[in-house]
């Protein structure tokens, strides 16, 4: 069945160091491909998305490249900043079945001054 | 934007009570969604709705029931509370479009004594 796995965290980095977060993913076919991220004591906020192979999903610094050949997505920032400091989450959705989403198990980013 | 609230941020509930957790959302969203979040078990599909009146079983649907009655609105009840069901619960709301992203409330933590 479809799934997602993303690199177990926590990850620790200082500040302007370059981030990289792993997501790979099985699915039938062409899903859609999203990062959320979740601040402590919130839900989920949708970082980007892509929708088809090659499509690069951006949003306040981030980014991540719909790989269909590595069925990859990972989720990448030049230069991190402390109030990066969250959860992030990879997940899909499937073009045969768009209310069901699969969520990857989170990655906890903590980012040191 | 997109405005998903839930009636409460924290909740303390007794064991044996009947209890009601209240999503609305305000972008005329089609689908509305209940998951659980616990450490080490990610996010998991209790309930979601396509359509007023209409429910459908999630992965973990046991001990909840949700009712529809107004397409902003999405209720989630614990017939019976237990201990086991002290989590973070969260709501979603998705539209139709190109890939179905879904938009989140801030969560309600409940603790079930």
Redesign the interface.
Known sequence: GDSVTQMEGPVTLSEEAFLTINCTYTATGYPSLFWYVQYPGEGLQLLLKATKADDKGSNKGFEATYRKETTSFHLEKGSVQVSDSAVYFCALTSPYNFNKFYFGSGTKLNVKP | DVK?TQSSRYLVKRTGEKVFLECVQDMDHE?M?WYRQDPGL??R?IY?S?DVKMK?KGDIPEGYSVSREKKERFSLILESASTNQTSMY?C?S?G?G??????????T?LTVT
Request: net charge negative; proline share 4%; aromatic share 24%.
């Open positions: 998903v689908n969604f990610g996010l599909l979601f396509y459908e969260l979603a998705s139709t190109d890939s179905y992203e879904q938009y989140f409330g801030p969560g933590r």
